[in-house]
């Protein structure tokens, strides 16, 4: 008895150091570490403008201070920000600083916008070289993992290469000259309505300060719940370059698609799409039902997870087809650059009947429910216009609530009224008897 009481206590004694180890090896311990803050922009220089209701710069600041205030209830960071006013300063300023104040790492606060407005989702960009390479993954890991658990799309870890060979982002490229790993933050895409409602108001902005910070922690090693910290990060060390985060400079190498099944009474078409690109995985999606001409919005590539390089190279989607229509469709594959590849055309159908419910219900349900998608990242595999040909019963569950709602408050009501009308005739009964005697 006393050898297995003794076997356990050297395990679980042995466990605690172990422990303690693996969590710190993400980052060298140290009784302190320096964080220089970068908000991105100021001054002059706006940032991006796309959505009408704020500038990035602003808003960048908002997540910069949460960000801050939440750093600064852990002892083992020291804070600093490359700037507290609202202005402009030269990145390799940013930088200067941050080895002024021999900081252990930069982080550079940004939110996105795309040319046409299409895009969507989170990402870091990280430095293209060891030993900094490894330490931006790690910590993007973690803070893409936050951004996800908000319900945010991942575009996933990415480096970018200038044509000097060195990074291409002039915040991350003067910091490595300095020593300092650094990473760029986009948060989301502001000018999307998938990722706007991420992004819509002061809380929001705050949310994502909040979530950097706990990404921060985890990173350092100093957060209270380490446990769920991937175990694949602690494999990747200082040498290590991860394949999935290079540049792609061309499309889906293929993109095909076939039949799968036709269901011409409910309007809806299943496809099989194979997509494969030589270099990265497939990120987006669109597709066309008029032979090509016209395609629809980005929707995520289903099982494709950019933040871990897994992917499916072949789909199953299913396409809403309008009333009447006959299709001829064709998808688009996207791979991490937004290269796509158009694949075949699929013809020779029949038109298609789609069930029509009333529009006045449908149409703001219809929103509600591609918003939702990325928030259920599990889901996303599922095209939303097939959802909306699926929303008959949650509509109806909805009004049922209604319902019920609504006929308590008639027997309220109904209750008071009768009450009321019983003590009217006592009185006016007992006003009468009066008289009478
Ligand atoms: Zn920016």
Known sequence: MRKIICIIVFLVLLYVPCERVMANELFPKKDKYIIVIDPGHGGENLGTESNPNY???????????AL????????????????????????HERAKFAKSVN????????????????????????????????????????????????????RGIRT???????????????????????????????????????????????????????????????HEDLSDIPEELYKISKN????????????????????????????????????????????????SIDGG??????????????????QKLSVSL????????????AVRAYSKNEFYNTSNILKGFDAFITPTAPPALQAPLKEVVMQKETVDNEKRSVVSIFKVVNLQPEKFKLSIKRFWLLLLFIFFWVFWLLLGVRFLYRYFQKKTDERKH
């Not at 209830?73 to 990145?91: A, M, P």
């Not at 390479?133 to 908000?150: E, I, P, R, S, V």
């Not at 009474?265 to 597709?287: F, H, P, R, S």
């Open 68 to 91: 801050v205030e939440e750093l600064k209830k852990y002892e083992e960071f020291e804070v600093y920000l490359t700037r507290e006013e609202d202005i402009d300063i030269e990145l």
């Open 160 to 222: 970018r290469k200038g044509d000097d060979n060195k990074d291409y982002y002039g915040i991350i490229r003067e910091c490595a000259a300095r020593n300092i790993p650094a990473v760029i933050i986009e948060h989301c895409y502001i000018d999307e309505s998938r990722d706007a409602i991420y992004c819509d108001e002061d809380s929001d902005f705050e949310e994502f300060g909040r979530r950097d910070a706990i990404a921060i922690a985890k990173f350092f090693g100093v």
């Open 103 to 154: 900081a252990d790492f930069l982080f550079s606060l940004h939110y996105n916008a795309s040319e046409n407005h299409t895009l969507f989702g989170t990402e870091v960009w990280i430095p293209l070289y060891a030993p900094f390479h490894g330490y931006g993954y790690k910590f993007a890991y973690l803070q893409q993992l936050q951004m996800q658990d908000l319900g945010l799309f991942s």
């Open 293 to 310: 001409k016209t395609f629809s919005k980005f929707y995520p590539w289903p099982d494709s997870d950019l933040l871990t390089g897994e």
């Open 240 to 287: 290590t370059i991860v394949s999935h985060t290079l540049e792609d400079h061309s499309g889906p190498n293929v993109c095909t698609i076939t039949e799968e099944h036709a269901d011409y009474e409910n309007g809806v078409l299943t496809v099989q799409v194979k997509a494969t690109d030589k270099n990265t995985q497939i990120m987006y999606y669109t597709y």
């Open 318 to 329: 299913m396409l809403s087809i309008p009333d009447g229509h006959i299709p001829k469709v």
């Open 55 to 65: 500038k990035e710069k602003d808003i960048i600041m908002k997540t910069a201070q």
